[in-house]
Every structure is written in structure tokens, then in C-alpha cells.
């Protein structure tokens, strides 16, 4: 579920807080098992598969989450091997039966002999369990996005060829059903795909690629997003956090490499054969969220045994004291989390060394570890290097429980699995090391959120909406505070019991917010929405009351906007705009002013088509038909035109508004082609446009040393409000028509006195084949009034 929640909290007052930890009656405290007691440890956390036609089956039940609730048998189920068991624990191998409708994914991967590249195949059984019907599917080809490259050819959906298309930077394939596939129905869609590997480390922490002989294959085959009641969860990923959100799925892959490698791979190896210089291993994973490979020629490994499960470490010659170490932290944390969770669901548990940018990765069945941390005598941020290890360790072996068995949505709420994962870990040095083994660790949670001042910034926020420094600080400093914060309301013995009670009745399913407070307040009778409104969504956003709780009084609503800006372009090849995405700001404070509710207005930054349609979304489902809605949108024209497909999309969306006042401003090059976007809507509207169809408009950079920073449209347009002087008609109001036509003026004299008196800016239009500053009347700005009467923003 998205929460595109983005404002600080309010200062509360140190009662406040005690007052919601007491939202249930604390319990007595369980004793956890422990060990000799040493010194607390420093922190250490990460920084932030031949196709066969379908079986008809019959429609799903909506289970109430917009996802069908698949109860039969069906294809996919019937493809699933029976090599997969080899790879689970007793306790766990009902799920090779049960997970109706999971998907199966057959792989064949041949790697070259110079690692540099890679040649796939792959069959994916794939089931509608949504309650409407499908009419494509989407794979992910992140290679694209991650310093390499990904192609696919020959697509085939049950034996009969197709044409895809791409979209997101080529990271987004829309695979096209000839039929669409109703509910509970299955599909097979077949693909060849080729990949070039990473040689520099890039985005997402340097974690594909090839890198001093180590071979990385991290997101390297495409892959099926999860699909839920927002659509299909395709998305340009942000550079911070991790980029994938899928469903758990069956997975038989088949690689074909170098004889010389030692290869590490989720699930476990089921065949080995080979051939001169090159082998083919067979490996059977899941149920399991991804598959991830690396290999290098000269690891070593050690094994122990905890319970049913082999822990393997390995590690490069001459790291042989550090897979040591790592093996001894992570059959500590297995041993740990067995016990308070359940049950590890795999036979084998693999910890890696590799190199990265990051300290650690958790994937399915496997815990990736920098290789710099393997060092006995080295230091990490000025700490010793095994003290650094145990806290990577445990962090990514808690993963298992929380993000691979119970998933999540890591890009929208990555709180529910980081957070959590960052007090979990604390759970494991208790069990170890006693108390103080517990508040070292939760001393490195209030130095994460000291970093940021100890700033009340919600921790239920999307990945993207942290401003630099702040996403590592609130989600994995200030989140696990809120669990332990919880932990105390609720009691730790009754919280103890939740958090069992959510894995077990979570597994592989899809965790959400929602589902993990209402679960809390099952076991401890209270209601909760206080506390979670003052940790995880923020004071100014509206948190459903709780069916154990009290009606809340809303305040009525007559004003609803969404403010969508993009500044960042690395993912698409633009340039950037710097600029601290001023223009929603100004046009939030401008309609605070005039009386909108704060909770009221969405703000979307770094939007991507999935996530403004979201937000029309939001407006349709909360707008009423009397209320005024307002969107603006302030990006690269070309963005708009190219990457999002504007004319395909936005005037659906926007007739589906139910507001007869609504309200659409673009900040734009070429601003008025995306506004005409929507003249053959038969409802009122009106519609701003920044500059006209065949002009360029302006936004102000900090280092271009202008006076305006941001769009100088929006600049001026939001500040018309505030002025007087606007109200051409003197009814008291400055309307959105009167704010545009001074807001059109006081930009065109600013383009010709101003930039285009910098020699360097004009000559940027002269390069286009353009001037401007020939043209009196430039820029225009275009109003389209369908709605015929003044529309006042002004709601005081």
C-alpha cells in the first residue's frame, strides 16, 4: 500500500508522548535466553526459468485487499517440482502445495566465459489472483537501471509471439494477453534475454555487477511485480533503498558457467554436471521473493548445522578468520529468531562475501556482506571490523523472517521491513549478550536519528520522500524506537506474541501498515491509531480511527489538490533541477493560506506515472462533486511527453475527477500541449498552462545566481494570491484566471530583462533555433476555461 505521506511532525510535549504508550496495559516482561554477557556491540546497519496453454479455472474471491483469493488448483501449481522440497525445512513443505496461483518461474541462464555477460530463457506460469481481469503482464528489467544492460527477444505468450513495450528507461516490459486473463486463470509467458554486467560500481549500492573477479548477479532476470489494488507496482525506482517489491514465487533455475567458479545461489543445489571448462548446476528455490546468484573463483567455505538448516559462509582466500566470524553471528541469529518467530523456512542459509557500496543484502536464502568488514583487524566508520560484521549479519539474517517470508512493499513502505528488521536485530543481541547487549544496539537507533536533530518526520513515508540523510535516520533510527515504543504499550510478552503471531499468519503474503496495526490491536485490545499517528504517518495526516476505538470527528472537506514535482532526471537521462522541489512548496503554502487542510493536499515527488495515477486516484476516491481539486504538476515537458506518455493516460484519469471545479496547472516546457491534453472533457475545468505549445519555459537553478529559484511561472503565479493588486475584478479574491494573467506579465518581463540578458541563456534558445527575446508577447501563458466563472482558491 503507498502512503505518499511527506511533512514533519509537530514538537509534542514529553507527556504527549507517555500518554500514547499507554494506548495497552504493559505486561510483564518475558526472559529472553542468554549468554555470557560482553561488551555492546557498535552499529551496523546496511545505509540506508518449455510453455504449454493455460488451464481455464474459475474466478477468485475478493478476500476484501482488491487481490482474488485463488482456492483451486491451477497450472502453475501443477508446474512447480518437486525438486523444491529438497530445499525446505519439514515445518515449511506444505507451502510447496499451498500458495495457490504462486508463480513458477523456469530459468535458464548461461554466464560467458569472461562473467562480462549473460544469455536467459525463462517460462513464467503466471495466475490472476486479483479480482479484475488483466489485460498484460509487466516484467522488470533492472539491469537498465543498474550500470548494465538488459534486452529481450522472442516473447511468447502461451506458444503464440507477441510485441512488448518498454517503458520506465527500458526497465518496464508490458507483455500484451491476446485474452484478458480473468481471475484465477494462468498464462505462460515465455522470453530470451541477454544481459550485459555492470563493470563500474553505480546505483543501488554497487550490488550488480563484476567486480574484482566476484560476479554479482543482483535483480538479473526479468521479473513480476506485485499487482495489487493500486495496479501493477512498476515504478522508477529511488536511489536510496532497495528497488524490488514482489510476490513470493517458485523458482527452478538451470546456470551454465565457467568450471573454474564456485556459485552461491538462493534455494539449493538439486544437480551438477560438467563438461571441460564449463559446468551447468541446477538450483530450487522458493517459495521465495527473487533469485540472486554470485560466483568468483576463489571463495572458501565453512558450514555448521542449527536445527534442519546448513549455514554455509563463504569467503575469498585469505578471508578465512572473517567467514569464521560470519558464520558464528549468523547460526547465533538463526538460533535466535527460530526461537522467537518460528521456524527458518530453508535447509540452507548462505552468507557471502562481496563487494559493495553497502555493508549488507539480505536476498532469499542469502546474506550478501561487504568484503571489507572480513578484515579481523580493520575498522569500518572508525569501528572494528567484527563488530561491524555482527550487526550486518544479524540485520540481513532478520530479513528472512521480515521481507522474504512476510514481504512488504520496500519502495512505499520500507518502515514495515527496515525499521522492523532494525529492532528485531536488537532482539538478537538480548538473546546474546543480555541488556546490554540490547541498548548498544539501540544506542546506534538514536545516533542514526540525531543525525537529523531528532526531527519528528513520519517513518511511514515512500522511500523517495526523505530529503538526503533523513531516509536512514527516520526509518532505521527512528522506526525501531517506534517498535520498541509499541513494544512498551502493548506490554513486551502480549508484543512478543504479536510479532510471532504476524509472521506466522503473514507468511508469504504482503505485510502492509494497516494489516500490522490492526493485528497489535487485536492482541492487546486498545486501540492504536494515536501512537501510529504520532510515529508512522504524521500528526497533519488522517489515520483511520480503529474498530476497538471511538469515532473520530473529520473535518468536512471542500478543497482536495495533489502537487506533483520531478527534479531528479538521472533515471531518464534529463537534466536535473536542483531546486528542493520549491514549486509544490510554494503552492502548498499558498493554499494552507487560504484555508486548505493540510491532510488535504498530496504532495508526489519524483513522480512516475504510477504514482501520480495514484494520486488522481486519491482525488477521485475523497473529491466530492461540489468540492474544489487542484493539480499541478511541474516537471520537463519532454518527461511528460516521452517517458510518461501523458496523452495516453492523464485525460482518463483527469474525467474520472467527480469535481465539477476542478482546477489543472502545468509548469512546463511546452505546457500548453499536456493542458490541451484535456479539451475534450464535457465537465467544467479550467486549465493553466506556464507557456505555450511551441515555447520553453524557464526554471531557476541557486547556481545560475538568478533571483528566482524553481519554476518562474510558479513562482509568480503563487505568489498572486497573496496580492491585491491581482483582484482585477475587486470581488475581495484573487481568482486562479486573475493569478495566472499576472503571473503571465510578471514572467514575461523577468524572461526579457533578466535571463535573457545573460548572454549564456539566451544563447541555450538560440541553440534550439529559437529567439525569444525577438518576441514581445513571449511566453505566453494559456488559459482554457471550460468552468466560465472566477474560481476562488480562497476557502477562509
Known amino acids: 500500500m503507498s502512503h505518499s505521506r511527506r511533512r514533519r511532525l509537530a514538537p509534542v510535549t514529553i507527556a504527549l508522548v507517555i500518554a500514547l504508550l499507554a494506548g495497552c496495559r504493559p505486561a510483564p516482561r518475558i526472559t529472553p535466553p542468554r549468554v555470557e554477557t560482553k561488551e555492546p556491540t ?47 525445512v519439514r515445518s515449511a513443505q506444505d507451502a510447496l502445495h499451498g500458495l495457490p496461483g504462486a508463480t513458477v518461474y523456469d530459468i535458464d541462464l548461461k554466464i560467458a566465459q569472461d562473467l562480462g555477460s549473460l544469455r536467459g530463457h525463462q517460462g513464467v506460469c503466471y495466475t490472476n489472483q486479483e479480482s479484475e481481469p488483466l489485460a498484460e503482464v509487466v516484467f522488470r528489467l533492472f539491469p537498465n537501471l543498474l550500470g548494465g544492460a538488459a534486452t529481450v527477444s522472442e516473447v511468447q505468450v502461451d506458444g503464440e509471439a507477441v510485441e512488448p513495450t518498454l517503458e520506465l528507461a527500458d526497465s518496464a516490459l508490458w507483455v500484451p494477453l491476446a485474452d484478458q486473463l480473468q481471475p484465477g486463470q494462468s498464462v505462460v509467458i515465455g522470453m530470451d534475454f ?70 552461491v545461489a538462493s534455494g539449493v543445489e538439486v544437480a551438477r554436471a560438467e563438461d571441460n571448462d564449463r559446468q551447468t548446476l541446477t538450483f530450487a528455490a522458493g517459495p521465495a521473493r527473487g533469485f540472486y546468484l554470485t560466483a568468483g573463483e576463489e571463495y572458501v567455505v565453512v558450514s555448521e548445522t542449527v536445527g534442519e538448516t546448513t549455514v554455509n559462509s563463504y569467503a575469498l582466500v585469505g578471508q578465512e578468520s572473517g567467514a569464521d566470524l560470519a558464520l558464528q553471528f549468523a547460526t547465533s541469529a538463526l538460533e535466535s529468531y527460530n526461537e522467537r518467530f518460528g521456524a527458518y523456512p530453508y535447509t540452507e542459509l548462505d552468507v557471502v562475501s ?59 513502505e520500507p518502515w514495515l521491513d527496515e525499521a522492523l528488521v532494525q529492532y528485531v536485530t536488537g532482539l538478537y543481541y538480548l538473546d546474546t549478550y543480555g541488556e546490554p547487549g540490547y541498548q548498544g544496539w539501540r544506542g546506534s537507533w538514536v545516533d542514526r536519528w540525531n543525525r537529523v536533530d531528532q526531527a519528528e518526520i513520519p517513518i511511514g513515508l515512500p522511500v523517495r520522500a526523505y530529503e538526503d540523510g533523513a531516509y536512514g535516520a527516520i526509518v532505521y533510527g527512528r522506526g525501531p524506537l517506534f517498535i520498541e515504543a509499541l ?105 494552507q493560506e487560504a484555508g486548505w487542510a493540510p491532510e488535504q493536499i498530496r504532495d508526489v515527488r519524483e513522480f512516475d506515472r504510477r504514482t501520480l495515477v495514484q494520486s488522481l486516484d486519491w482525488l477521485e476516491d475523497n473529491a466530492a462533486e461540489d468540492d474544489l481539486v487542484l493539480v499541478y504538476v511541474a516537471a520537463h515537458g519532454r518527461y511528460l511527453r516521452d517517458v510518461l506518455v501523458w496523452d495516453v493516460f492523464f485525460p482518463d484519469e483527469w474525467e474520472q475527477l467527480p469535481s ?118 513571449f511566453p505566453d501563458v494559456i488559459v482554457d476555461d471550460a468552468i466560465g466563472e472566477p474560481v476562488c482558491l480562497d476557502l477562509n
Open 42 to 88: 557498535a552499529e551496523a546497519t546496511i545505509p540506508a526459468a518449455e510453455e504449454q496453454a493455460p488451464l481455464s479455472r474459475t474466478s477468485a474471491a475478493d478476500d476484501g485487499d482488491g487481490r482474488g483469493d485463488v482456492q483451486s488448483s491451477s497450472l502453475c501449481d501443477a508446474r512447480r517440482s518437486e525438486l523444491l522440497r529438497a530445499g525446505l
Open 194 to 263: 541477454q544481459v550485459d554486467v555492470a563493470q563500474e560500481m553505480a546505483s543501488s549500492y554497487g550490488l550488480f555487477g563484476l567486480f574484482d573477479g566476484v560476479l554479482s548477479l543482483h535483480e538479473v532476470y526479468p521479473a513480476i511485480p506485485v499487482y495489487d489494488d493500486e495496479g501493477w507496482n512498476v515504478e522508477l525506482p529511488p536511489r536510496r533503498g532497495d528497488i524490488t517489491f514482489y510476490d513470493a514465487a517458485f523458482y527452478t533455475v538451470q546456470v551454465t558457467a565457467p568450471a573454474r567458479l564456485v556459485v
Open 354 to 412: 562481496t563487494p559493495m557500496m553497502a555493508l549488507g543484502m539480505e536476498y532469499p536464502g542469502i546474506v550478501a556482506v561487504t568484503n571489507d568488514l572480513y578484515d579481523p583487524d580493520g575498522e569500518i566508520r572508525g569501528v572494528p571490523a567484527p563488530m561491524m560484521m555482527e550487526g550486518t549479519v544479524s540485520h540481513e539474517v532478520a530479513h528472512q523472517w521480515f521481507y522474504n517470508v512476510v514481504g512488504n512493499d520496500q519502495i512505499d
Open 487 to 591: 513494544a512498551k504499550s502493548m506490554g513486551q510478552e502480549t508484543f512478543d506474541a504479536f510479532l510471532r503471531d504476524y509472521y506466522q499468519s503473514h507468511a508469504w503474503d504482503i505485510g502492509t501498515g494497516e494489516a500490522f496495526r490492526t493485528l497489535a490491536e487485536q492482541h492487546c485490545q486498545s486501540d492504536l491509531s494515536s501512537l501510529f499517528q504520532h510515529f508512522v504517518y504524521g500528526e497533519s495526516d488522517a489515520v483511520g480511527p480503529s474498530s476497538l476505538g471511538s469515532d473520530t470527528d473529520i473535518r468536512d472537506a471542500t478543497g482536495w489538490a495533489v502537487l506533483a514535482e520531478k527534479d531528479d532526471y538521472n533515471d531518464v537521462d534529463m537534466t536535473d533541477l536542483p531546486v528542493d522541489y520549491v514549486g509544490i512548496r510554494q503552492m502548498r503554502q499558498m493554499l
Open 660 to 777: 465539477q471545479r476542478r482546477v489543472l496547472v502545468v509548469d512546463a516546457c511546452q505546457a500548453a500541449n499536456y493542458t490541451g491534453a484535456v479539451a475534450d472533457d464535457s465537465s467544467p475545468y479550467l486549465a493553466v498552462a506556464a507557456v505555450d505549445g511551441d515555447e520553453y519555459g524557464w526554471s531557476g537553478l541557486e547556481e545560475e545566481g538568478l533571483p528566482i529559484i524553481g519554476g518562474v511561472f510558479t513562482h509568480y503565479f503563487a505568489a498572486a494570491f497573496g496580492d491585491p493588486e491581482a483582484d482585477g475584478d475587486g470581488d475581495g479574491c484573487v481568482s486562479v484566471q486573475e493569478a495566472a494573467l499576472l503571473a503571465e506579465e510578471e514572467q514575461r518581463t523577468y524572461m526579457h530583462e533578466v535571463v535573457f540578458a545573460v548572454p549564456e541563456f539566451l544563447a541555450m534558445y538560440q541553440r534550439g533555433e529559437s529567439a525569444p527575446d525577438q518576441d514581445p508577447t
